[in-house]
């Protein structure tokens, strides 16, 4: 039987108190202390308060449009059911949103680092990202992690001005690394945000120590493995690449649930009903033990898939692998014809020519070529190596719609 967690009744007493005594919680970030790169624009007024700018900036830029055809887990799928990125960042931002609300924490905070946090992620989710990763440091020494790249989108290649605390949200987002209690590490000027980036491109495993500043960030950041610990299984479930055992079904009992509703619901009550009127995030040590393991249970049931992981490697890494030295090719030799130039700086140039003091065209040619990547849907990237390399002998075959069997599940 499905099993939801209520808040205690002392609990929803207190809330409902100090509602009704107008009381403010003193941890939740204010918006009058927002720091900008430059303070003398994006002035908050009564219709767009300082963190609304963010989100609605966020929005704007194009870079948001393509969420909708990144993957989230399941790349290799035609099915209008299972999750794009854009889904996990909107149910990331609403079960934030929740947390937070109930918190007496800055909503608007919450919700803008949400909206942005995966805005670097590349084609083809993790995979992806590590195939890129790869490629980027055998020709740089340097690291790419999504949620420092997602910084570099809304901060560099899109001079957005957004306020550093959505900025340092973002980049400490890290949806991979569960703890049992979320403290934020606070610092107060942008030379610190800018020696957090650096680190993470120079020093393996900089980006795993990160912590957010601020306590929206740290609701943020346990909220993206909320988001997607259920779905994902939920996911897996619908393309038979995952089956409910009495092993997995533990989890219900420790409380936090099996299915994505009740690891919604449950967490956020755990969560809320250990950390309401703290200047941290807690759960209980069961919930954390049972969080963890049903993180761990997907990592091995779900992610290392070998039928998907087979694919990755021997169809898209090697995909990959030619567009990144092709791209990187014709940026050494400004060959102002290439897509890197026509698809990409031009457009770059274009949309920030307003507003932009970056040269970007003399940016390191390495970090175009993963610029241009990053941003590219799963699509775009399929049309794209076929454009190039026509001939090319790679090719992703996706499992379309008809290519199941009755009850759904793909036909071995």
């Known amino acids: ?22 009381l403010e919680n003193p941890f939740a970030f204010r918006d009058e202390n927002v720091l900008r790169r430059r303070m003398d624009h994006d002035r908050a007024n009564l219709w767009r308060p300082a963190f609304v700018r963010d989100s609605e900036k966020i929005m704007h830029i194009p870079y948001y449009n393509r969420y909708a055809d990144k993957t989230q887990v399941f790349s290799l799928y ?6 794009r990125r854009s889904q996990h960042v909107q149910l990331v931002a609403r079960i934030a949103r929740n947390i937070g609300s109930v918190l007496g924490l800055n909503t608007d905070l919450i919700e803008a680092i949400a909206l942005g946090h995966d805005i670097g992620h590349t084609p083809f989710g993790h995979p992806g990202e590590r195939m890129l990763g790869e490629l980027y440091f055998e020709s740089t020494g340097r690291y790419f992690n999504h949620n ?57 495993g900089a980006v795993k120590e990160l912590v957010p500043a601020t306590l929206e960030g740290c609701v943020v950041r346990v909220s993206d493995i909320i988001a997607y610990l259920g779905k994902d299984r939920q996911d897996a479930l619908k393309l038979g690449l995952y089956e409910e055992t009495s092993e997995n079904s533990g989890n219900a009992k ?33 919930y954390f033990e049972a969080f963890k393991s049903s993180k761990k249970e997907n990592y091995e049931r ?33 060959e102002k014809s290439s897509v890197i130039y026509t ?9 920030t020519r307003y507003y932009s003091d ?55």
């Open 358 to 412: 970056l040269a970007y065209e003399e940016c390191r040619a390495e970090d175009i070529v993963v610029d241009y990547m990053a941003s590219m849907t799963d699509d775009y990237f399929v049309d794209l190596y076929h454009y190039l390399f026509p001939r090319g002998k790679y090719r992703v075959d996706y499992i379309g719609y008809f290519d199941r069997a009755e009850d759904g599940r793909p036909k071995e």
């Open 78 to 83: 035609r099915n209008d059911d299972i999750s």
């Open 254 to 286: 420790r409380g936090i649930g099996t299915t994505n509703a009740e690891i919604i619901n449950n967490m956020t009550v755990n969560l809320i009903e250990n950390s309401y009127g703290k200047d941290y995030l807690k759960m209980d040590p069961d």
């Open 1 to 22: 039987m499905p099993r939801y967690d209520n808040l205690s009744e002392e609990l929803q007493e207190r809330i409902r108190r100090d509602r009704k005594n107008h």
């Open 148 to 204: 420092i790249h997602s910084a570099r989108v809304l901060d560099t290649i899109f001079p957005l001005n957004l306020s550093m605390q959505t900025l340092d949200g973002i980049i400490c987002h890290n949806g991979e690394l569960e703890l049992a209690e979320y403290r934020p590490g606070r610092y107060g000027d942008f030379a610190g945000f800018d020696r957090k980036m650096e680190n993470c491109y120079i020093r393996k």
């Open 343 to 351: 698809h990409h700086i031009n457009y770059i140039r274009g949309l």
């Open 302 to 334: 779900i992610y290392g898939n070998s039928k998907l992981e087979r694919v990755y490697n021997e169809q898209i890494h090697p995909m990959f692998e030619e567009v990144y030295r092709k791209l990187l090719r014709d940026m050494r030799r400004h």
